[in-house]
């Protein structure tokens, strides 16, 4: 009985003690930045989780929101209550369903439109343990989600950014990302998953992408940021079946930050001055990190941008560059 109590008392303190580390270090963005006069999207703003927490700042800062949502009751009452609180009217639902192009492409087609300028987008939705299948448009679903559908967005809203400058491009990777199998970018839309490796490599695409765009941008007053949220309480684990889910459940209650904790580095990267000289660089906890090692190949972001543009069939009129 002792020793059962011993040992309770021995996990406890060792909870207790990780959950303290986990918010002593924990670092927020201190920025004062104000965007009134400012537009912004922020895909995947629903209520409770990463992306309307960024939204939600963004709003008290005064900006314009579009929170680019596809579940559309869900957008509309994240921004009833964002305008509840903030008293911000300017904040707008936009549908967007990132497993498909052509609702990409009639998102940013509506935004080309009717919006005269784009300050900040964040590319912030993303999912996880999605069934292995294929999209309308034939490509492997998770992927589609996560990466290629942003790097659609970002191209064709992109002569928008360039017209606002300075304007800032924020991509919600992972730590996962350095995680997984070697990404062979040639076999990106025939690789077959096992465990997490889709996700993993949704992630790592994220970061290349976000270097090859930073080259790209050069020269523009157009930055671009990748970064690691935290590990959040959020959803996005509610995908999990059987044992993996009871973990992952097990471990966020434990261990994991709150919604606004994990926000901060999404609104670090994107209201920050001072920091468009890391244009391309990956950030986590607010602040510059080393890229992770499997991000380092500048051929695999080149080659994995000019297959991306394949893949989401971009055309010369729709190409920025
Ligand atoms: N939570 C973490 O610990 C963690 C760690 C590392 C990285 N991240 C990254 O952080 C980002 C935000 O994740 P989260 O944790 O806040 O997850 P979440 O609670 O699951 O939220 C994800 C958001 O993406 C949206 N979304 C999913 N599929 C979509 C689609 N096909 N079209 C449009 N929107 C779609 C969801 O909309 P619905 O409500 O309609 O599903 C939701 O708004 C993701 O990119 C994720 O990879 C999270």
Redesign the pocket.
């Known amino acids: 009985m002792d020793l059962l109590l011993i040992s309770v008392f021995i996990l406890a303190a060792i909870v207790a003690g990780l959950k303290i580390y986990t918010k002593l270090t924990l670092r927020t963005c201190k920025s004062q930045v104000c965007l009134v006069g400012k537009t912004a999207i922020v895909?995947?703003?629903?209520c409770?989780?990463?992306?309307?927490e960024t939204a939600l700042d963004f709003a008290k800062r005064g900006a314009k929101v579009i929170l680019?949502?596809?579940?559309i009751s869900?957008?509309q009452e994240a921004r009833r209550k964002i305008i509840e609180e903030t008293h911000n009217h300017k904040i707008f639902v936009r549908v967007?369903?990132?497993?498909?192009f052509e609702?990409v492409r009639a998102f940013a087609e509506e935004i080309n439109k009717t919006e005269d300028r784009l300050d900040i987008l964040v590319?912030?939705?993303?999912?996880?343990g999605l069934e292995h299948k294929r999209t309308v448009d034939g490509r492997p679903l998770l992927m589609?989600?996560?990466y290629f559908?942003s790097f659609l967005l970002t191209n064709l809203l992109l002569n928008l950014l360039k017209k606002s400058g300075p304007s800032r491009i924020v991509n919600?990777?992972?730590?996962?990302a350095s995680m997984g199998s070697k990404l062979d970018v040639n076999n990106i839309d025939n690789f077959v998953p096992r465990f997490n490796d889709d996700?993993y490599h949704?992630?790592l695409c994220?970061v290349l992408f976000t270097i090859e765009l930073a080259k790209k941008l050069q020269g523009t007053s157009v930055t671009t940021y990748s970064l690691?949220?935290?590990?959040?309480?959020?959803?996005?684990?509610?995908?999990f079946h059987g044992i993996m889910k009871v973990l992952f459940m097990i471990i966020?209650k434990l261990f994991?930050?709150t919604?606004e904790e994990?926000a901060q580095t999404n609104i670090y990267c994107s209201v920050t001055q001072g920091i468009e000289k890391y244009s391309g660089e990956h950030f986590d906890h607010c602040r510059k990190v080393d890229r992770y090692k499997n991000a380092t190949d500048p051929d695999l972001a080149k080659n994995l941008w000019k297959k991306s543009e394949e893949l989401v069939g971009l055309t010369p009129e729709e190409n920025p560059f």
């Not at 409770?48 to 309307?52: A, C, M, R, T, V």
Request: hydrophobic share 35%; aromatic share 8%; net charge neutral.
């Open positions: 895909t995947g703003a629903n409770g989780i990463i992306g309307y680019a949502c596809r579940n869900k957008a967007i369903d990132l497993a498909s609702s590319n912030n939705a993303g999912a996880v589609q989600v996560n559908s919600v990777s992972s730590l996962g996700y949704s992630k994220n690691h949220p935290g590990f959040v309480e959020t959803e996005i684990f509610h995908n966020v994991s930050m919604c994990g």
